[in-house]
């Protein structure tokens, strides 16, 4: 048992961010490993490198 | 490539590009520092930065021929002192002042329908010589990436110094020096085609190019400028991961190696992490605990992005006008 919860942060406007390294299983049953300190997992499913965010939730304008 | 293969020396003394230059490269030298007035110098041109870069590098790796100690010379920093004045005094003057940092991040965080600039081009259009030239050129940050926002560090305290390190610590590859992202920039040099050597292309290296990476020296190595240079970290870490997407895609396009493409791969996953711990960890903890900061934070932004703008406009009008964007071309690629 880890010594203290894993704790993750709904950021609301993009990813969930999700301390220390994480594995994670994917729907197909393959699983991903990230090492970082925080990893940021895409809720929007708008991301090109599923499951992590890339970015794309953010809002885009229109050229002035 | 591994470790092991990057040269360690330091490198050689570049060649000057005017007085000021010529001035600091004596002065470096041993032939004495007598800097000539700056009235008449450009602050952003190849003269005035190239000889703050050249007083700036004693700070990291040095250069071969020029005694370490020479890093705290009084004569070098005084030198080192005018060109600063002049250089953030123009800035000063070239960005309009502001203290709205969430006003100022919301506009970052918005990605534009029809983005422009060097990531769009050579998404697009570009071909692998433009990609290396902007690589060659970029090589004299990301060679020392994370290292002028590291002398922040102990101008920090509290969480925001906490979150700093925690995003400095990913641009160190958490503790995987493969993962080191200098390292993963010298990998897609090699497969390139290009020297992964410290400061190699310095002498091809304009201006624009220079400014953006004095700019963040002068922030680093100023306990006074701290706010800004926090506003230059987060310009870079909000805005990077869309323009590494497109680099990669890019690169793709051409089919480049995943050798050569990894280094902004991982710009797109970091980065996006990297813009929620700025955001959360880093700039939220900084403006409550020291509020004066705000004006300097944005200023910090603005800076890099109008330096960001003026080396985008560099390379597109050179590339459009089908030049060369370095100041001297780089040795034609191998045949494989």
Redesign the interface.
Known sequence: MPAEPTRV?V?GE??L?VSGPVEIELPDGGTVVS??????LCTCRRT??PP????SH??????Q | MTLTDVPVAAPPLPQARGPLSAAVLAGLRGEGFALPPLTDADPYGDDLQLALYCCYELHYRGFAGVADEREWDPVVLTGRRELERAFLAALRRDVPAGHDVAAELDALLVEPVEPAGPSVHLQRHGDVEQFREYVAQRSLYHLKEADPQAFVIPRLSGPAKAGLVTVEHDEYGAGRAERMHEHLFARMMVALDLDPAYGRYLDATPAPALAEVTFMSLCGLHRALRGALVGQFAAVELTSSPGSRRLVEGMQRLGLSADASEFYAEHVEADAVHEQLVRRRVLAPLLAAEPALAADVVFGIRASELLAERFAGHLLESWRQGRSALRTPLHPRSAR
């Open positions: 942060l950021t993009g990813p961010l090492e970082r300190a925080v990893t940021a090109r490198r992590f965010c890339d970015t953010r809002r885009r304008s229109k050229p």
